[in-house]
């Protein structure tokens, strides 16, 4: 058969690079899969290949934000895959942090670009191939921030939410064509974005990795998780018709009680944030 998937199921990753891709390209080579794994980081996408052997999967540069570059992310994993795509996973993400303000206009379009329109763009580039491949699944990384709009990271809560509402939509709309969608809400995920979003508004100061790690929840539902959790999830969902996953499972509760008591919710992560930064 011809191309490097040899019959092989496969999935297509963004931001694989690091992260939850790279745990979930790492999870799904190890269960027989054939992996596309692409990012805008070259040399992260290299180790990686370097851990799953060339001949089972496919590396790529990609920029999600240029859909002439995502066509031929698309048709270079077609090629190897004879048109196929078992499943998608849409998952590249930038964030940036501080009052909204104080985010440069430039920064907050280039989340939108990345978070959102390079979503939006993965789908329409994968549909062709998800229609051509029984019981595929488009899945996206969606956030536990698109539970309730999230001060301090606005923008960047605003791209999950329309992620997550796309999310339903299309979960609607692609029963025509017999493919699948869902997304993933995750919380605190010990990953490279979780530290490096910067701070626009400076006041407070990075820390060190010894202090993160000291400071970051051990348990509830933000409590620090590792993205290996996520690679499960992706796995867990190819195999069910569940909707939304929340990783850990307990960020559901914002969901419901953000339904049931909306002033109190609100209430709540006002205060939480007043505490932290004060009232500017």
Not at 100 to 121: K, L
Not at 123 to 146: D, E, G, Q, R, V
Not at 228 to 239: F, K, L, M, P, R
Request: charge should be positive; glycine fraction near 10%; proline fraction near 5%.
């Amino acid at each position: 058969m011809a191309g490097k998937a040899r019959g092989r199921k496969s999935i297509f990753i963004t931001g694989a690079a690091s992260g939850m891709g790279r745990e979930t390209a790492k999870l799904f080579f190890t269960k027989g899969w054939f992996v596309g794994a692409f990012d805008v980081n070259v040399d992260g996408l290299k180790t990686l290949e370097q851990e799953l052997g060339s001949d089972n999967c496919l590396i790529r540069r990609l920029d999600v934000t240029d859909k002439k570059d995502f066509d031929g992310a698309i048709t270079a994993f077609a090629e190897e895959t004879g048109g196929k795509m078992d499943l998608l996973f849409s998952n590249a993400g930038i964030g940036e942090g501080g009052w909204f303000e104080d985010v440069p206009y430039e920064a907050a379009m280039r989340v939108i670009q990345v978070n959102f329109i390079g979503v939006v763009s993965s789908i329409y580039c994968a549909l062709p191939l998800l229609k051509a491949t029984p019981n595929s699944l488009c899945f996206i990384t969606s956030s536990s921030s698109a539970t309730y709009g999230m001060p301090r990271i606005a923008i960047y809560s605003a791209t999950k939410h329309a992620v997550k509402g796309l999310t339903e939509a299309l979960s609607i709309e692609f029963k025509r064509h017999g493919v699948r969608v869902a997304d993933v809400l995750p919380g605190l995920i010990d990953t490279p974005i979780l530290r490096g979003t910067p701070n626009r508004s400076g006041d407070r100061p990075a820390p060190s990795e010894d202090e993160f790690y000291e400071n970051a929840p051990k348990k509830g539902m933000f409590k620090l998780t590792p993205p290996s959790a996520v690679a499960e999830c992706v796995w867990s969902a190819y195999h069910s018709d569940q909707l939304h996953w929340y990783v850990p499972p307990g960020i559901r509760w914002i969901d419901i009680m953000k339904a049931l008591m909306p002033k109190r919710t609100r209430a709540g992560i006002q205060k939480r944030v007043l505490q932290m930064f004060g009232s500017e």
